[in-house]
């Protein structure tokens, strides 16, 4: 089955919109664009239901129940259960509302595992745990591949280990790495598992209940929604960790790590990522119960994605002034691709404007992954990254921007 982007392109409003016309887009792990369906559900909110919700009067009563709605669905496409999905003003906030929890729930001398491969957000907040006595064990990547490699985090894990965390995929590296059999080899120490999603998601809904991690984060302005955090925290854990919301809020698992009042209106626009999915689904042909048709998008996603990656990879490695940083197979890593240069990584973002390509350059908030792997965080990278509803066209657009730059 091959991905129409025809239809794709034809739910973003970005792509009719005269601004951004000329312009190919490549810094889609930074925001994607918001889709049809939620940018509707958002606008709607806000002209009819901009009230306080769950009250019993009209409005309210629909803005409650569209709340809900979006908490339901994507807790369904998720595979897990409704309560299990909460909602936060960014994933880097829901990650230090965890940690304050884990703070308050384990002692003096037990430990955390993270990694150096980690984006910023999965990685300080559990580190700073240190000023309270909890042991930070760093889970390290290979200096030459950015990979993790399994075997070394078995050698870290012992009874003391409570939690071990980890990117699904990493905003530089970009390689996948093995949710299940990490979470696996996690478990059977007797540590819970906590996956940053953010890189990931947008490259189709994981089955977060068929992999196992007991916490899993991504970001809804990446996967074509508002600007939300979305957390899946399973009910066994939830309900060990102390609660962080209101007193009278603790009884409620989705509740019970959101210490604020949530935004509304991007809450029940966040439903609109799922009126999405599920017109891909119809479109393709794609049947069956909720979890089903999101595997069904996510397959139809990725091999979309793998078959435009493969020619940049290809371009990119054969540069010797370039540094491609991950994997060089696009089947075993994302779209997103950082490539270290003899100069800024903005500079050339700079240049590849200048030809109607919009990218990236920086450290992206991935300043241990890059010194880890002897880049110069102030030189940073050349991000370029793209999701389904890019084409061959743009990229062969690009491709033909690298030529003029590098």
């Known amino acids: 089955m091959t991905l129409d982007t025809d239809f794709v392109r034809a739910q973003f409003p970005a792509f009719s919109e005269p601004s951004l016309s000329g312009q190919a887009f490549f810094e889609n792990a930074g925001g994607s664009y918001a889709c049809g369906p ?17 009250a019993p009067y009209e409005a309210s009563r629909l803005a409650g129940a569209e709340m809900d709605e979006a908490r339901q669905r994507l807790a369904a496409m998720l595979n897990v259960e409704s309560d299990e999905v ?8 829901n990650t230090y509302v965890l940690a304050q929890a884990f703070r308050q729930w384990m002692r003096p001398g037990e430990a955390i595992v993270v990694t150096d491969q980690d984006h910023e957000a999965n990685s300080g907040p559990w580190r700073r745990l240190a000023q309270d006595g909890i042991e930070i064990r760093e889970w390290r990547l290979d200096p030459e591949t950015g990979m993790l490699r399994l075997e070394d985090l078995e050698n870290l894990l012992d009874e003391n280990v409570r939690l071990v965390c980890f990117p699904h995929c990493s905003n530089v590296v970009g390689a996948v790495n093995p949710v299940v059999e990490i979470a696996a080899a996690s478990h059977a120490a007797g540590a819970f598992v906590c996956v940053d999603g953010v890189s990931y998601a947008p490259h189709g809904f994981p089955d977060v209940g068929g992999m196992g991690p007991d916490i899993y984060l991504f970001s809804a302005y990446k996967t074509y929604g508002p600007h939300q955090g979305i957390m899946v925290i399973r009910r066994a854990l939830g309900q060990l960790l102390p609660n962080q919301a209101h007193v009278f809020n603790g009884d409620v698992l989705y509740k019970r790590f959101t210490p604020a009042g949530p935004d509304h209106a991007q809450v029940a626009a966040s439903a609109g990522m799922v009126d999405y999915f599920d017109a891909l689904a119809a479109h393709h042909g794609i049947e069956g119960n909720a979890p089903t048709r999101a595997a069904g998008v996510h397959d139809l996603m990725r091999a979309h994605e793998a078959q435009l990656l493969q020619p940049l990879l290809d371009a990119v490695k054969a540069r010797n002034s370039v540094r491609l940083i991950g994997p060089g197979d696009a089947a075993s890593r994302a779209p997103t691709v950082a490539l270290a240069l003899n100069r800024p990584g903005v500079e050339a973002a700079a240049q590849l ?19 880890a792997l002897g880049v110069d965080p ?5 991000r370029l990254s793209f999701v389904h509803y890019t084409t061959r066209d743009e990229i062969d657009r690009l491709l033909n921007a690298l030529d003029d730059i590098l």
């Open 38 to 54: 939620v940018i509707a559900r958002l606008e709607r909110f806000y002209r009819s239901r901009k009230v306080q919700p769950y």
């Open 353 to 371: 404007a200048e030809r109607g390509i919009m990218a990236g350059g920086g450290d992206f908030y991935a300043v241990r992954p890059l010194t």
């Open 86 to 93: 909460s909602f936060g003003p960014s994933t880097t906030q």
């Open 378 to 382: 102030d030189k940073g990278v050349l």
